[in-house]
Structure formats: structure tokens, C-alpha cells
């Protein structure tokens, strides 16, 4: 099978010629039709931030797959062959392949209706998305400011706090990007590259306030946002694309009576059903129209170049590699 394969931290990704692997006991092959990229998976291609785990050398990225089974291992019904289904497998699995094994337990049937690419991007980036909309709750008399608007969750977050009858605001780097958050639902746009794009959202909100600031980013832009709230409004942070979270001091938290949520996978999970319940949600609410992933796809080759766009922001949407593509 061919795979795309790190061979020194720091180095460019190599799509090679790799041998095919089997499924052990209780597990199944996946003939992988769309690999999920993370922003995770470039922080391992560089050599880690301390914080992720760092795989042997050479290692095969990804963690998410969606596509057909084409095998089983022991003990696992062979009604599986052929299944469409779609799983996490972990930050280290080994997504960049034409083939990848997981434990059974771990995969979802995809939706009929839903191809590949969607069940791929609503598998992990879709359940971040509810998680957060969980989290914050949004209403029709919220203000709701969503950083990386045109992002892969970030056009989710726009989408769902929108059918919620909240006003939107999206925050985007680009005139690409703000059109994207406006097709995804946001009432307002505004390049946050700009000058003075605060003042911009004031302005254009007619006197309304902001209640809630979804921040995926951290940094400067999710401090700058998280001044736009008025007192008593929250913030729902999940995660800092940045490199750093937004910093909130206790007069955010006590004289602004801000209220601050983390929304990450641990956190996540904790809740009844845990991931996996979240995961089923994500997947039906794309079945249902609900909520629709933006896909930015590459052929499983261009990987390199795919990480390349990502870090360098000039994706919209969720980022997936397609083997099938070339």
C-alpha cells in the first residue's frame, strides 16, 4: 500500500510504497477513502511542543480514517466486510495510508447519504464542535463571536450557534475566509488582519453586546475577542492554534463576572456517554443537514503540501487527504 511516512522531525512528509498491514484479533482493515489533518499532526511532523507524544521513526501520521472494510481478524463477524465506517484511531494511528486497522469497538457505520470526507470530518472536528456548543449553550439572545470562523470547527460553531438564533459574528484572516463565515451562517464578518476590525464588530453589532466568544485559537486574537465581551458573558476555549491560550486575568474573571470553559477531550468525555456518544451526535447531525462540514481535500501524496497550506492558513474548512486522488 502506499502511505505518507515521517522519517526525521522537521523533515518533509514521504509518500512510499509500505507493506500492507493485517487486522489482529478483534480488529478490522480499512480500505481508507478520506484521512483526517489535524493541527496535532504538525506539531509531531515538527518535533513535538512538549506536550504531544512523540512516535518512533519512521511513523505514518494521522488519526482519523473513514472508507470500506476489506478485512477482519479473529473473533470479529465477517458481516463487517464491507461496511462503510468511519473511526478515530488515536493521535499516532496511522491515518496517511491507503490502509489502516482499528479495534472494532471503535468504528461507526457512516450514515447513509454521507460520503467519506464528511464522516471523516465529523468524526473528531464535528464532535470538538458540539462539544463546545454544549458547552456554551447558545441562545436566540446571545451575540456569539466564533475566532477562525472559516476553520473546520469554526464554520461548524458558525453553523450551530446561527440554528440556535443566535447572532453571529465570525473572525476570519482573509476576504476568502469572510465570505466563508458568511455562507457558513454568520451575520457578520470581519478580517481580524485588518486594522481597527474591533471597532469594525462594535460598529456593525448596532449597540448589541457580546455574550459569548467561542475561541479555537488563543494568543492575541482570543484575548482581543474575549474584550469585546460585555460583563457577565463567557468564553468557551478549545483549544490555542496560536501556540498559546487566551490569557484572562481574575478582573476578567471577577470585576467583568466573565465566565471561563474549557472544552477539550477530557473534559469532553466526562460527560454522559462519554466521546463516543458525541462522536454518534456529530455524525447524525451531518446525516440530518443538521450541520455541514467544509472540506478542503488533497490527494493522499500532497500531504507535504496540505500541512503546508494548513499552518500557513490558506485552508477553509476541514483539511482531509483523499488516497484514492493520487
Do not use: N
Not at 118 to 147: F, H, K, R
Not at 226 to 244: C, H, I, K, Q, T
Not at 309 to 326: C, D, I, N, W
Request: glycine share 14%; with cysteine.
Amino acid at each position: 500500500m502506499r502511505a505518507v511516512r515521517l522519517h526525521a522531525f522537521g523533515s518533509a512528509l514521504r509518500c512510499e510504497e509500505v507493506e500492507d498491514p493485517s487486522p489482529g484479533p478483534g480488529q478490522v482493515r480499512i480500505a481508507v477513502r478520506a484521512a483526517g489533518v489535524h493541527l496535532l499532526d504538525g506539531v509531531v511532523r515538527r518535533g513535538g511542543d512538549g506536550c504531544v507524544p512523540l512516535p518512533d521513526l519512521p511513523a505514518v501520521l494521522g488519526s482519523e480514517v473513514a472508507g470500506v472494510v476489506d478485512a477482519v481478524g479473529r473473533d470479529v463477524d465477517e458481516s463487517w466486510l464491507g461496511q462503510r465506517v468511519v473511526t478515530q484511531l488515536g493521535l499516532l494511528g496511522g491515518g496517511y495510508a491507503e490502509l489502516a486497522v482499528r479495534e472494532v469497538g471503535a468504528l461507526h457505520v457512516v450514515p447513509a447519504g454521507l460520503d467519506f470526507p464528511a464522516a471523516v470530518a465529523m468524526i473528531c472536528t464535528g464532535s470538538t464542535a458540539l462539544g463546545v456548543l454544549d458547552a456554551a449553550a447558545p441562545a436566540p439572545d446571545d451575540v456569539v463571536v466564533v475566532t477562525a470562523a472559516a476553520g473546520g470547527v469554526g464554520t461548524l460553531l458558525v453553523q450551530g450557534a446561527a440554528r440556535a438564533g443566535a447572532l453571529v459574528v465570525g473572525l476570519a484572516g482573509c476576504e476568502e475566509k469572510r465570505r466563508a463565515a458568511l455562507r457558513a451562517g454568520a451575520a457578520v464578518a470581519v478580517d481580524y488582519l485588518g486594522r481597527e476590525w474591533q471597532r469594525q464588530v462594535r460598529e456593525r453589532l448596532g449597540g448589541r453586546e457580546v455574550t459569548a466568544v467561542l475561541d479555537g485559537v488563543g494568543g492575541v486574537l482570543g484575548r482581543a475577542a474575549v474584550d469585546l465581551l460585555a460583563p457577565g458573558g463567557r468564553v468557551v476555549m478549545f483549544g490555542s492554534s496560536s501556540g498559546e491560550p487566551a490569557h484572562l486575568t481574575s478582573a476578567d474573571l471577577f470585576a467583568r463576572a466573565l465566565t471561563a470553559t474549557v472544552a477539550l477531550g477530557p473534559q469532553v468525555a466526562k460527560r454522559s456517554g462519554g466521546l463516543r456518544a458525541l462522536e454518534t451526535r456529530a455524525l447524525a447531525a451531518a446525516a440530518d443537514h443538521g450541520l455541514t462540514p467544509s472540506i478542503q481535500p488533497f490527494p493522499l501524496a500532497d500531504a507535504g503540501r496540505a500541512h503546508e497550506a494548513m499552518e500557513s492558513r490558506h485552508t477553509v474548512g476541514k483539511v482531509v487527504l483523499l488516497p484514492a486522488a493520487g
